[in-house]
């Protein structure tokens, strides 16, 4: 005959490779806490990316606004 099962407890990855052996409520706790850091880190995460992603945008239509600028420099030329 097998032991009865005990879920008293659980084991949760705390990070780092440590486990910790928590009570149910417990290891719900860590888990709401835990959740609400990396919800928080996404959110730094997503702001970060967008500044990003407008400086990107920005120094493309800089590139874009020299290579039309040294066009129009050359058809000039041709005029002379």
Wanted: aromatic residues 8%.
């Amino acid at each position: 005959m097998l032991g009865s099962e005990d879920t008293k407890y659980i084991y949760v990855n705390i990070g780092f490779g440590f486990h910790a052996q928590l009570t149910l409520n417990e290891a719900l706790v860590f888990i709401k806490k835990k959740e609400t850091h990396l919800q928080k880190l996404a959110d730094v995460y997503t702001e970060k990316a967008s500044k990003i992603r407008a400086h990107i945008k920005l120094v493309l239509e800089a590139m874009a606004e020299i290579m039309n600028l040294g066009n129009t420099s050359q058809s000039r030329n041709l005029d002379i």
